[in-house]
């Protein structure tokens, strides 16, 4: 297995402001997030996505400097690259929108690169449903695990095409609230069961701060965010964590539960490094170390003594 | 040790309603909810409270049957039984308080019995904190360690005196919204840290169906909240988290901070059970297997393959 993950998302400028900072135009976008997350593990890695003219080709050497394969990229010549702006609260784990410019995303018809075609794992990041089942379409070989970010938006507006996408795909990751709102349920747990029958095997769901939870017929993981003193900047935190999780799978050459609950570890610290600092700037500098040491501080989290748990002296 | 738990706190009746069902006059009380979870321990638990002479003799009997000591618990002639009325949303996380009648609880002049003066453990269950303190005054040995639960009316109310017990207590058990009121900070790793400044070593953070946190300096553990299919009425959730804490604890018999994370597992369970039926109906019958298959389900949620983790081959 040559352990291939396509990307297909945004690549955007973002206008950021947090209760501890601000930027005005840094790099952004799902694609962005997720490519850098993934490009911690030894795997090929490609993007498919849109940007204008305008975008600064520096902002691009970042990403083949981590080896990323930016030949489905298109540059739209005349074209601006998509912005997106936003505001987050005193608490942090709540933002507005300022502003969302979509420029180049407006027409966007993805275009996946032949040697992608065949690619191991593709993961979809948010954005158009019709956008996603195209590049979905494009697949020569169908690949070991198709994976799925969505939002509120989509659900609201696309529904019934976003419906179509979800059947084709292996596993969903949205938020709770989303995934709530996707179903008509009262729990996540039923959420999660109803998001099952619509398709995907395996259910993500994203709740921040309070880290995510995975969901296979009757299994269930739990992994937590991590506690951090630091939080500059949630923005793409929830990116950053599909791209750990597709990375270590693509690496990993094994997409059973098992194998996707230890991805899901390496989903939370990927996160953990982004919301540390503004934008992309700690996914661009994290090494393997850092990771080493964040796993263990995750694992540390859960780890109890279950030999403590005597239930014959209750 | 002779693992002895004194519980201080509220005997109510309640009336509640939920998406899942409508009870007019059960009965209710954090006391209550404590004294039930702990129960299942092989320990001795003690009561202090009050109760009107309306209060039924049959619930009275609801504790005595499970060995909870209620010569504690003062009963007011002519009095009446403290009563709340709450309704629960759609989302059943989210519930108005309809009515509180304090009645006897007004004048409630806690009275802890000579022989639980010297009780290892002492729970302070949430009311006012003046009824806190002094019955922590009367303990005549200090106890091992004495836990404390409280909530924003008194935070806005009874400031200063909250922050007396609070700096007189060991184990802090507040919910996430709360522990950022009290402190004025904005993320829970540092609302922790500032409690610790206050007085309490350890701070255990409730996050309902999102679970719980234990912080002690940089020690940190999180445990999930079981994934129900079934939530009925929440109510005295945190109440029989506090209670399966301390009651595990005073079997246990060890106090460190290795030991209160295997009892915030068994506090994760014994609230897992009461939001699955109304009031404290599931506590009332709760037993020993039951409990050990639902302590797995929460180790399970957490547990992965850490040898998965492989980072040299990263």
Redesign the interface.
Same mark, same amino acid.
């Given at each position: 297995m040559s352990n291939k993950l396509l990307v297909v998302g945004t690549i955007a400028y973002d206008a950021i402001e947090t =209760?501890f900072g601000k930027a005005e135009h840094i790099l952004g976008g799902a694609a962005t997030y997720i490519a850098f997350a993934a490009s911690? $593990? !030894?795997i090929k890695i490609g993007l498919v996505s849109v940007i204008g003219d305008d975008f600064n080709s520096n902002d691009l050497k970042l990403l083949t400097n981590r080896d990323i394969d930016v030949s489905g990229v298109e540059i739209v010549k005349g074209g601006k690259t998509f912005f997106w702006s936003g505001k987050y609260h005193?608490?942090?784990n709540k933002r507005d929108t300022l502003d969302t410019q979509l420029n180049v995303l407006e027409n966007f018809d993805p275009k996946v690169p032949d040697n992608w075609s065949t690619s191991n794992i593709l993961l979809l990041g948010n954005l158009h449903p019709a956008v996603q089942l195209s590049a979905l379409k494009q697949m020569k070989v169908k690949p070991d695990l198709i994976i799925l970010d969505s939002m509120n938006f989509w659900m609201d507006n696309f529904r019934s095409i976003l419906d179509d996408v979800i059947s084709k795909i292996d596993v969903l990751c949205i938020n709770d609230e989303e995934a709530?709102q996707l179903t008509g349920q !009262? &729990?996540?747990? !039923?959420a999660?069961d109803a998001i099952q029958v619509l398709g995907p095997k395996y259910v993500i769901i994203k +709740?921040g701060?309070?880290?995510a939870?995975l969901f296979h017929r009757d299994e269930? $993981? *739990?992994? =937590?965010a991590l =506690? /951090? %003193?630091k939080?500059k900047d949630p923005t793409g935190a929830g990116d950053s964590f599909a791209g750990g999780f597709a990375g270590f799978l693509a690496?990993?050459s094994n997409t059973s539960f098992? &194998?996707m %609950? #230890?991805a899901? *570890?390496?989903a939370s610290a990927m996160a953990s490094f982004t919301v540390e600092e503004f934008g992309t700037e700690s996914l661009q500098t994290v090494n +393997?170390l850092n /990771? +080493?040491e964040r796993?263990k501080e995750i694992?540390n /989290? #859960?780890k $109890? %003594? &279950?030999q403590?748990?005597n /239930?014959n002296?209750?």
């Open positions: =209760p911690i $593990f !030894n005193i608490n942090i709530l !009262n &729990s996540i747990r !039923n999660a +709740k701060e309070h880290g939870m269930i $993981f *739990v992994v =937590p =506690p /951090l %003193k939080v690496q990993h098992e &194998s %609950k #230890t899901l *570890v390496y +393997k /990771l +080493k796993l694992e /989290l #859960t $109890f %003594k &279950s403590q748990i /239930l002296e209750l």
